[in-house]
């Protein structure tokens, strides 16, 4: 989701649906690199309908610094880390408002 200014991308992106957990853990690093990492942020929300889970993850890009031979080499990357993560176990949901 780009912000409403032409190739501007927002800062902050929510993403929940009913994907396994590995799958929404994929898209969050695609909104940093789709963005060029001008996204931030990324929350998603990830409902288990057999364990009747809520998991809520916070994740935010982090610069590491790579050395090579010399410190001229060096460089900079950027890859998602997970901040916070929390899930709420036997969350009551029907199956009507899941469908």
Do not use: Y
């Amino acid at each position: 989701m780009k912000h409403a200014r032409k190739g501007a991308w927002l800062t902050l992106v929510e993403v929940g649906d009913f994907e396994p957990l590995g799958e929404l853990q994929n898209d969050t690093r695609w909104w940093f690199s789709a963005s060029n990492h001008l996204v931030k942020t990324v929350l998603f929300a990830n409902f288990e309908r057999t364990r009747r889970t809520i998991t809520l993850e916070k994740w935010e890009k982090e610069s590491q610094v790579r050395l090579g031979a010399t410190t001229a080499r060096q460089a900079t990357l950027l890859k998602p880390v997970l901040r916070q993560s929390n899930t709420m176990v036997h969350w009551f949901f029907s199956s009507s408002e899941i469908q």
